[in-house]
Nanobody, 122 residues
């Protein structure tokens, strides 16, 4: 059974930084594209960032471009999200996701983590 487990969420002041990590365990047939989504209260879940299996292809939503950095450790089947210059509007539950294709990751990921709360507040 494939599992995604997130870690690293918490409370941070505006302008601060946090790093989220996600580990994929279990047996997958093909190498996975991994990425992050978030869901703020009262809003739909939105795509944030993705990285291909080798990390050579990355993509970000406009609202985090230049502030967030996604990275892959394919040997450990992990993905991290370095979040800098955090804003109150970044407050959300952040979910790790995985899929066998980039298109699949951004539309209907195959695997989901349970989420980790990020709160940006003074």
């Amino acid at each position: 059974q494939v599992q995604l487990v997130e870690s690293g969420g918490g409370l941070v002041e505006p302008g601060g930084s946090l790093t989220l990590s996600c580990a994929l365990s279990g047996r997958v047939v093909v190498s996975q594209v991994m990425g992050w989504f978030r869901q703020a209260p009262g809003k739909e879940r939105e795509f944030i960032a993705l990285a291909s299996w080798g990390g050579g292809i990355v993509n970000y939503t406009d609202s985090v471009q230049g502030r967030f950095t996604i990275s892959r450790d394919k040997d450990k089947n992990m993905v991290s999200l370095q979040m800098n210059s955090l804003k109150p509007e970044d407050t959300a539950v952040y979910y790790c996701a995985a899929s066998s294709t980039i298109r699949g990751l951004t539309t209907t990921p195959t695997y989901w983590g349970r989420g980790t709360q990020v709160t940006v507040s003074s």
